[in-house]
């Protein structure tokens, strides 16, 4: 699976949009976006995933641009339950690589009131 | 929709003893993941199961780890004799075979910690 980058840590002000940048510059056709976040002492949530059109579910949106190359998670409206780890991960459709979800160090996002 | 459940949510035990982590995947998922996270190396795929049988063990670290999937709905994680670096945060994930692109569903985790 490609690798992914990502800033270690970003700040939100309460009721803000936060936009979470990811770089993965050697992503393959059939490589599928895919964002989780983990908050502190529970398991990592999936948030939202795309393969090329951008996304938009009722707890974010994914943008990813034209060359596939990086995307930005979005959380329209930022509330202090949105601070959490956020881990850009890209994936594979199928083979042996079928869930090899590959964790980064991910961002670390804090929403100030 | 119960979730993935994981139990215990935290196990204390002393070197040498062995250790027995369980999960329950959400029914109707095929597949099941164990991971580990740490400080150190954050969250490590262990091992992964589809339709009960072991896809890919490549992530155990050593054969003190073990792991089986009776049946579509529990699953265990086993280490024996248990060691000190062995403490972490075990989860187990699932998800459903049909679209490539399904999303892992985790569990809570179970964090162990071994003196």
């Known amino acids: 699976d490609a690798k992914t980058t990502q800033p270690p840590s970003m700040d939100c002000a309460e009721g803000r949009a936060a936009n979470l940048p990811c770089n993965h510059s050697?992503?393959?056709?059939?490589?599928?976006v895919y964002w989780y976040r983990q908050i502190h002492s529970q398991g990592p949530q999936y948030i939202i995933h795309?393969?090329?059109n951008n996304e938009t579910n009722e707890m974010a949106s994914l943008i990813i641009t034209e060359d596939r190359k990086s995307s930005t998670l979005i959380l329209p409206h930022a509330t202090l339950r949105d601070t959490a780890v956020y881990y850009c991960?890209?994936?594979?459709?199928?083979?042996?690589?079928?869930?090899?979800?590959?964790f980064g160090q991910g961002t670390i996002l804090t929403v100030h009131p | 929709d119960a979730g993935v459940i994981q139990s215990p949510r935290h196990e204390v035990t002393e070197m040498g003893q062995e250790v027995t982590l369980r999960c329950k995947p959400i029914?109707?998922?095929?597949?099941l993941f164990w991971y580990r996270q740490t400080m150190m190396r954050g969250l490590e795929l262990l091992i992964y199961?589809?339709?009960?049988?072991?896809i890919d063990d490549s992530g155990m670290p050593e054969d003190r780890f073990s792991a089986k999937m009776p049946n579509a709905s529990f699953s265990t994680l086993k280490i024996q004799p248990s060691e000190p670096r062995d403490s972490a945060v075990y989860f187990c994930?699932?998800?459903?075979w049909g679209r490539g692109n399904s999303p892992l569903h985790f569990g809570n985790g179970t964090r162990l910690t071994v003196t």
């Open positions: 050697t992503i393959s056709g059939n490589e599928y």
């Open positions: 795309g393969l090329k």
């Open positions: 029914s109707g998922h095929d597949y």
């Open positions: 991960i890209v994936r594979g459709a199928g083979g042996t690589s079928y869930g090899k979800l590959t």
């Open positions: 199961f589809n339709n009960n049988v072991p």
């Open positions: 994930a699932s998800t459903q």
